[in-house]
Structures are given as structure tokens and as C-alpha cells.
């Protein structure tokens, strides 16, 4: 499972038209079949009695749910083939979350380290890209900062890779007993914060304010202020005297001031208006997973009626654009899954920050408080991201967060971990 959350943000083709997300897809499916097939090996060696506590679990009953709810919004589907390969990435996401949360109850925390290791060489080769020292790949000078994207795609998909292991590597840091473990998770925090916000995906940099106040507060508490107020003041101090980070702010106030709000989300309302327009229709299904892309246009021309002012479309975006993805998976899943879908997206989120709630006790282990620290920061962070990117259709967010999601609830006071 860890080797999956290794290998995914690092796969790329250079033979594909999709050169990265696709690949990256394609490796996490088929890193799921080896894992249920090793999951299903050892219930046949009559070994399942030691995993049936865990499969009860109310979080293993949501994964069950998610996949199965999928499943049966797809023989719905507005686009049954689309949905079908949606529903098998859900399933894949869902098989993932299951074996973790049953086997890694016995795992040690240095195995998370593995997780740096894709984190810190993305964030290196997207640093060099952005300094215009080297690249691997030859594209069009024209796309400027848009073109760099390390190993996962574009300057977005970075941006939000990158706030889950950054909280994982602010989490270990707080939650290690020695100074010399302090020494290292610290300063990988730190190179891979400050590369989510080079990477100027505003929605990334919230998220990752977000689970880092949210982790100060949990881990330090009542001296959490003062790591809040510098958080503050660094941020501040980047949107004042860093310049891409001073231009996207002011181009924000620039366009917050004409009262487009089509142009102050940088042309994404027609996508958020059309997914609306789905739930509105279909509240309790939606239109079927992965069905928006097909749906997008016939609902488009729905929506641009019934909110003409909203959906007003500026020169200054361009030509008008065609969404594959909502750009929100809130609204995503609500449209693509119905009123049922997003209250399992609630509920999952909800019992991982509840792990945060547990008190600390004289004998919690590094591992326990290290889930302690970690679970509500990576649900608020993954809400927040959900709100304006999506990142549940991107492979290596997926993969990170789901293993990331199932230790935490793994390592309990009950987990059997040194």
C-alpha cells in the first residue's frame, strides 16, 4: 500500500497523450488488484477471523458503502461507459483505504518516510523548473509557469499533492521523541510547504494553512498562538514581497472589484453552475460517477439560462472553456452522486478528524500520537481542497491521502505498534 503512494507520483509516459494522469491511474488500479489479491489470499488461508473486528469498523463500513454506492449510481448513469471506468477507480480508491486499515496497525512510523521520497523529488524538480535551471521535458516556452508540473502534470496538481505529505511531515515532526527525527522532518516541511506555494494554487495554499493551524492546535493547544501567529506573519510576508504570490493577490482584488464573480473565479462558475444544475435534477444519484464531462454541455446551456447574469462570460477569459472536471469535488460528487454520495464524503471525512478528539494518555506511543496529530489536519485540508480543485480525481493525491487516512485510524490505542 505505502509502495503505491511511492510509485504513483512518479510514473509518467512520455508515449501518451496524457503523459501523466493517466499513467498515474493506470498504475493505481493495477496496484489495487495485486492488493486485493493478496487481501483475498490471505482470507483463504482462514486467517480472516484476525481481520474481522477491523472490517467492522465504521470507517471500513464507509468505504464499503462509497464503492457500493458507486456501483449502483452507475447502472443509472446518464453515460454508463464513462461511469464505468469512474466506479473502478472508486473501488480501487476504496480497496486501497481497506488493506491499509487492516495491516497497518503493526507498522512502525519511520515507514511514512517512504512518502517523503516522491514528495521531496517532486518538489525539487518543480523548485528547478520554476528557476529555469533544468527540466526533463520540452515544452513550449510560451506556457511559462503553467508548464511546470515536476512529475504530476501542471502547477495545480502539485500544488495540491503536496498539503498532505507536508501535514504528514509536520506530524511526524511534532509527534517524534527524538531531536535528531525533529531534524529532518522538519526542513522536508518546510522545502514542501514552500513549494506548494510556489506553485500559486491559491485553494492548495488555503488547504494547507488550514490542516497547518489545525495541527498546531491539536498537537501544541493552548500554545498553538504563537505557531499560528507566525504561520501569519510568513504568509504575509510572502504576499508582500514575493512577486508571482503579490500578483495573484492583486489580480484577485482587481477582479473581486469589477463584480464578475465568473471572472473572480477564473471562468470556473459555467462548471460549478452546470454541476448544480445535475443535483438539482438528480438530488439522490446524481448523474453517475464520472458522467459530468459527458453532461457538461446539455446542462451548460440549462444553467446559462437560468443564471445568465452568473454565468456571464468575460473577454478577458478567453475563448470559453469545455470542463472535464467540476474544478470543486464537493460540488463534483453532488453531481455526479446525489445527496447520498456527499454525505459519505462527510462521513468519511468526519470519522478521520474524530481520531484527533481522542485524549492523550501517559503511555501513547510515537505511532498513536502521530495519528492524533495528523487525522483532523487531513480532513480539513482534503474538505478545503475539495471546495475550488479536485483532488479525489487526481491518482497521487488519492493514494497519499487514503493511506495516510487509514494509518491514522490504524494506529489507535489498540494498535499493536512500538
Known amino acids: 500500500m505505502v509502495g503505491a503512494a511511492v510509485v504513483v507520483p512518479l510514473v509518467f509516459s512520455t508515449t501518451s497523450n496524457d503523459s501523466f494522469r493517466l499513467p498515474k491511474l493506470l498504475v493505481l488500479r493495477a496496484a489495487a488488484i495485486l492488493v486485493l489479491a493478496v487481501l483475498l489470499a490471505f482470507l483463504q488461508r482462514q486467517e480472516w477471523s484476525q481481520l474481522v473486528p477491523t472490517l467492522a469498523r465504521p470507517e471500513v463500513r464507509i468505504a464499503f458503502l462509497v464503492a457500493g454506492w458507486a456501483a449502483f449510481t452507475q447502472v443509472l448513469a446518464a453515460r454508463p461507459a464513462q461511469a464505468r471506468g469512474a466506479t473502478i477507480s472508486i473501488a480501487c480508491a476504496a480497496v486501497l483505504f481497506i488493506a491499509t486499515r487492516c495491516f497497518a496497525a503493526s507498522w ?139 500578483h495573484r493577490l492583486d489580480e484577485a482584488v482587481r477582479r473581486a472589484r469589477t463584480g464578475d464573480l465568473n471572472l473572480v473565479l477564473s471562468g470556473r462558475m459555467p462548471s460549478f453552475l452546470a454541476a448544480w444544475e445535475m443535483f438539482r435534477r438528480n438530488p439522490m444519484t446524481g448523474v453517475g460517477p464520472g458522467a459530468f464531462a459527458g453532461e457538461y454541455f446539455a446542462y451548460r446551456l440549462r444553467s446559462d439560462a437560468r443564471y445568465p447574469r452568473l454565468a456571464h462570460w468575460s473577454p478577458e477569459l478567453g475563448a470559453p472553456l469545455n470542463f472535464g472536471e467540476v474544478h470543486s469535488d464537493q460540488l463534483q460528487v453532488l453531481a455526479e452522486q446525489g445527496v447520498i454520495g456527499y454525505a459519505l464524503l462527510l462521513g468519511g471525512l468526519a470519522i478521520l478528524a474524530r481520531r484527533s478528539l481522542a485524549r492523550r494518555h501517559e503511555s501513547e506511543s510515537e505511532a498513536e500520537r502521530f495519528a492524533r496529530y495528523l487525522a ?37 490505542p489498540e494498535a499493536a505498534v512500538e
Open 376 to 412: 483532523a489536519p487531513l480532513a480539513v485540508a482534503a474538505w478545503t481542497l475539495a471546495l475550488a480543485q479536485f483532488p479525489f480525481q487526481l491518482a497521487a493525491f488519492t493514494v497519499t491521502f487514503v493511506v495516510l487516512a487509514a494509518v491514522c485510524l490504524a494506529w489507535g
Open 108 to 246: 512502525r512510523p519511520r515507514l511514512l518516510d517512504w512518502l517523503m521520497i516522491p514528495a521531496v523529488l517532486n518538489a525539487g524538480l518543480y523548485l528547478l523548473q520554476e528557476l529555469r535551471v533544468w527540466t526533463p521535458f520540452r515544452l513550449p516556452s510560451a506556457l511559462g509557469h503553467t508548464g511546470n508540473g515536476a512529475l504530476l502534470g501542471n502547477p495545480n496538481d502539485v500544488g495540491v499533492y503536496l498539503v498532505p505529505v507536508t501535514l504528514a511531515a509536520g506530524a511526524l515532526a511534532a509527534a517524534a521523541t527524538g531531536a535528531a527525527r525533529r531534524r529532518v522532518y522538519l526542513p522536508i516541511a518546510v522545502l514542501l510547504a514552500a513549494t506548494a506555494c510556489a506553485s500559486q494554487t491559491l485553494t492548495a495554499m488555503v488547504a494547507l494553512a488550514a490542516g497547518l493551524v489545525t495541527l498546531m492546535l491539536v498537537a501544541f493547544r493552548r500554545r498553538a498562538a504563537l505557531g499560528i501567529g507566525l504561520l501569519c506573519l510568513m504568509l504575509a510576508a510572502g504576499a508582500l514581497w514575493l512577486a508571482p504570490m503579490r
